[in-house]
């Protein structure tokens, strides 16, 4: 079961596309987590794009949501969730809220979500949204998240959505004992997705698939 919001009434012609982005740009590309693909299924994504963009909400690609960041291609936001291995229990942390969609998606599938961003102002329409929605799970503060959130830490799990040159180093200390950590890691211009699991001291690391995300802006991650 997943959680459910406030149910406001949406566009049938969006739901339809939901549904066909769903099968044709998930499930038959590999996502196999029913709850990951019922989210998806589930939320609205084209209220987290700005108006004039709305009609490419379903689009395969990321679409740019103002300052310069960009909302991820949905089969990313997908991939990286299912990755979380989230089961309803979870508490989560996100760096870099962005919209607010995948901070959204994470909300129906975890207890509690945690999310942190640098502009004021995309954490301000983020809010927004994920309240109009009523998804009540989820609290997004204004900060620099290459620090992490140590005040709710441990996480059983922590997905960061934009580029570090490596995991920044605060990141691991704040997982809980098997808790998984998702991040995209390389060069300004392109990484590789990194899983990252705890195993009591141990931290056991996979590299994934290729990825192209804006760059984390911070103490271990870029300059401006
Ligand atoms: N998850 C978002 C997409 C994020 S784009 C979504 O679903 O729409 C990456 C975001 O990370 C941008 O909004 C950017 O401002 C933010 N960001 C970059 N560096 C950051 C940092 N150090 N701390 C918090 N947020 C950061």
Not at 52 to 78: E, F
Not at 88 to 96: A, F, M, W
Not at 142 to 165: D, K, Q, R
Not at 168 to 195: T, Y
Request: proline residues 6%.
């Amino acid at each position: 079961m997943l959680r459910r919001g406030k149910g406001r009434s949406l566009s049938t012609d969006y739901e339809k596309e939901r549904e066909h982005m769903v099968e044709s740009q998930l499930a038959r590309r590999g996502i196999k987590d029913k709850r990951v693909l019922e989210a998806m299924r589930q939320v609205p994504r084209h209220l987290f794009i700005p108006e004039d963009m709305r009609s490419l909400a379903y689009c395969d690609g990321p679409l740019p949501i103002g300052h310069g960041q960009t909302i991820s291609q949905p089969y990313i936001v997908a991939l990286m969730t299912e990755l979380l291995e989230l089961t309803g229990q979870e508490k989560v942390l996100e760096i870099g809220t962005g919209s607010g969609y995948q901070a959204a998606i994470l909300s129906r599938l975890a207890r509690q979500v945690y999310s942190l961003e640098r502009h004021a102002a995309l954490a301000q329409q983020a809010e927004k949204v994920l309240a109009q929605l009523g998804y009540d799970n989820v609290v997004v503060r204004v900060g620099n998240g290459t620090l992490g959130w140590p005040e709710h830490s441990p996480y059983e799990a922590i997905i960061i959505t934009a580029a570090a040159p490596e995991v920044p180093q605060p990141l691991p200390d704040q997982l809980a004992d098997g808790g998984r950590l998702v991040a995209p890691v390389g060069s300004q211009w392109s990484q590789v997705l990194v899983k990252v699991r705890r195993q009591s001291d141990l931290l056991i690391r996979e590299r994934l698939t290729a990825v192209a995300f804006v760059p984390l802006v911070g103490e271990y991650g870029w300059k401006e």
